[in-house]
């Protein structure tokens, strides 16, 4: 069973920066796509960045473009998601997700649908 856990979550104003990171607590998921998806209370939960198993691509939500970057290190089974010049609609539960690919490396998902395996979420909160 795979089990994610994020962290780096936390209190921040407005204008500042937090870096989430995400790893798997035991067994790590093999050949995986990652993303980050948030939800704000009252909301649904909505995709914010993805990367493919070579790390070589890359896809944003449009609001957070320019903003956040999302990377990873596979020597580390990590995946990290850089958030900088934080809003206070950024302010929400912030969830790692990983689902395996299986033919290409290059490939991502922004449906959540696509995710097999998610982490319990971190606190993100953006004080204006």
């Known amino acids: 069973q795979v089990e994610l856990v994020e962290s780096g979550g936390g209190l921040v104003q407005a204008g500042g920066s937090l870096r989430l990171s995400c790893a798997p607590s035991?067994?790590?998921?093999?050949?995986?796509?990652m993303g980050w998806f948030r939800q704000a209370p009252g909301k649904e939960r909505e995709f914010v960045a993805a990367?493919?198993?070579?790390?070589?691509?890359?896809d944003y939500a449009d609001s957070v473009k320019g903003r956040f970057t999302i990377s990873r290190d596979n020597a580390k089974n990590t995946v990290y998601l850089q958030m900088n010049s934080l809003k206070a609609e950024d302010t929400a539960v912030y969830y790692c997700?990983?689902?395996?690919?299986?033919?290409?490396?290059?490939?991502?998902?922004?449906?959540?649908?696509?995710?097999?395996?998610w982490g319990q979420g971190t606190q993100v909160t953006v004080s204006s």
């Open positions: 990367v493919s198993w070579s790390g070589g691509n890359t």
């Open positions: 035991g067994r790590a998921p093999s050949r995986s796509c």
């Open positions: 997700a990983a689902t395996t690919v299986r033919f290409s490396t290059s490939i991502l998902y922004v449906n959540e649908r696509a995710y097999a395996y």
